[in-house]
């Protein structure tokens, strides 16, 4: 479904004829929890004679962080309809809480589906942050907004479109810092939006051929080069991560290399995005238990987000040469398949002994990484959906965050901006140790399929791809790439996007 139109208005919110404004509320807990209207209100209250945010109030309003209130105006401003979200506790003269503000718009943009035309009138400070809080207004309207068309084949009775039109009340509409975030915001929530729709297409709808296919398409036109390796490509070229697990399925794997490089930039440092694409993951001869395999559907979840960022990269051009890698292969049981015992070697030449088909992350990155590595660059950041370990660790939110020193840092202080957090993790030597296989140079799992130090044994075994000098950071979104349960802020159900805005948040602060 198409991303709605942004516009930015300098119009007096109360006489802005939209179908409907959002406001900010804020609780103050020092004043007995009394409501306060956010900046941008202003004019709001006053249209309501200092009877706003006891009706608010009457209507169950809290300011509670996300909570969503709507009240029917009845002529009191132009808008029939306002939404106040709340924003949580006032801050007190400090800037604004950004992810509160992506969560605030998200949801109310997302309870407004329905309504052709929606308002924003929220809290924009007129200093330096200005331009930063605009961003974030702007990406979580556009991403709390998103809903994946799907595939019924009738019209459903009662069925609410999202919003089609955002404006977005500033100070000054030809404000060329204001306008700038609307085109990059516009950008950012196109790519997000696509890799969600990526993530929630149904496994048979995307297998490694036609995602192959649909981000080769998606990059027509956008300047990227574009390389496509297939099965043999890949057995000719000694990918023997790709082609062990892409071996078992009918739908061959592929490798998806995608490159920019910035004009007029001598020797611009150079970045490696790479994502795991595995478009259906059963666990192979390591078979999952039946209950709950469908949402591995959502194993590409990593390639999707680098194929997508790498399009927004395409038309940010930032003034850092960045490369994508997505490495695509379906995970399947059958009489082709690799098998536990099974010793690959990879393709910078180091062999792994196969302990469980199930780790077939691993297996497919290794190759991408090192692929990477041959290419030159100075950063891998790699996102995977790689371990149940992350979510047991550190649940659905937070990202599990391995690798060297700068590059961990670039990213944790990146996502952290952008409300997309990961969290350090270690890579032990005796998490190392523990892989040590009798008959290749390193086990894929622990050597008795000790589960402990789960996430981190992906870590470790990642880093045994990564060259010399590059600094490298794998992100493991086994959790926060896929969004299972009901909406919540900007997050809708299924994909999420992440980590899209961390990567090019990295990027940015390395340009
Ligand atoms: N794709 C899974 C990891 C996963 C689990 C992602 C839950 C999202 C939600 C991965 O390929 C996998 O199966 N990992 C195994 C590794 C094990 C066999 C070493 C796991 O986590 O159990
Ligand atoms: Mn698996
Ligand atoms: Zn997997």
């Known amino acids: 479904m198409s991303q709605p139109s942004l516009a930015l208005v300098d119009t007096d919110p109360a006489e802005l004829a939209v179908d409907a404004i959002v406001i900010g509320l804020h609780s103050q807990p020092d004043d007995g929890g009394a409501l306060l209207p956010a900046a941008g209100a202003e004019s709001i209250a006053a249209a309501f004679d200092g009877k706003l945010t006891s009706t608010l109030a009457l209507l169950g309003a809290s300011g509670a962080p996300g909570e969503v209130t709507k009240l029917a105006t009845l002529g009191t401003i132009a808008a029939p309809l306002i939404v106040a979200v709340g924003l949580g506790d006032e801050p007190s003269g400090s800037a604004p809480e950004l992810e509160k503000l992506r969560r605030g718009t998200g949801a109310a943009v997302r309870a407004l589906a329905g309504s052709a035309t929606v308002a924003l009138a929220l809290p924009l400070p007129d200093d330096e942050d200005a331009p930063g809080v605009l961003r974030a207004i702007l990406e979580g309207a556009l991403l709390g907004g998103y809903k994946f068309a799907g595939y019924k084949t009738k019209p459903q009775p009662n069925r609410r479109d999202p919003v089609a039109q955002l404006q977005v009340h500033v100070p000054d509409a030809a404000d060329e810092a204001a306008q700038a975030e609307v085109t990059r915001a516009e950008v950012v929530a196109r790519s997000v939006r696509l890799a969600r729709d990526w993530v929630n297409m149904p496994p048979n709808e995307l297998r490694p051929p036609s995602f192959a296919d649909a981000v080769v398409a998606a990059a027509q036109g956008s300047g990227l080069e574009v390389e496509v390796l297939d099965f043999d490509e890949l057995k000719a070229g000694g990918y023997g991560g790709i082609v062990a697990v892409g071996q078992g399925s009918e739908a061959p794997p592929r490798l998806v290399k995608l490159s920019y490089t910035p004009e007029g930039v001598e020797s611009p440092k150079r970045v490696a995005l790479v994502g795991k694409g595995i478009t259906f993951d059963t666990g192979g001869i390591s078979i999952k238990p039946s209950a709950g ?85 100075d950063y891998v950041l790699e996102a995977s959906t790689l371990t149940g370990g992350q979510v047991i660790a550190l649940g659905k939110r937070i990202a599990g965050l391995m690798g060297s020193g700068p590059a961990t840092e670039l990213v944790r202080a990146a996502g952290d901006k952008v409300g997309e957090p990961a969290w350090p993790m270690p890579l032990p030597e005796e998490v190392r140790k523990g892989m040590e296989s009798d008959i290749a140079d390193i086990c894929q799992t622990n050597s008795n399929l000790d589960r402990a130090g789960h996430m981190l044994q992906g870590g470790v075994f990642l880093r045994e791809f990564v060259a010399e000098g590059v600094e490298w950071a794998h992100v493991d979104i086994a959790g926060p790439g896929y969004h299972a349960g009901e909406a919540t802020g900007y997050w809708t159900k299924g994909g999420t996007g992440v980590p899209i805005r961390t990567f090019l948040q990295a990027i940015d602060d390395l340009a």
């Open 293 to 377: 395999m469908w949402e591995m559907k959502s194993d590409m979840a990593g390639a999707a987000a680098i194929g997508a960022a790498m399009l927004a990269v395409a038309a940010l051009k930032p003034g850092v040469a960045v490369s994508g890698y997505l490495a695509m292969a379906e995970n399947m049981p059958s009489g082709s398949a690799y098998r536990p015992g099974d010793v690959i070697t990879m393709f910078n030449g180091k062999r792994v002994e196969v302990f469980n088909t199930d780790a077939e992350g691993r297996m497919v990155l290794g190759d991408a990484i090192a692929r990477a590595c041959a290419d030159g660059t």
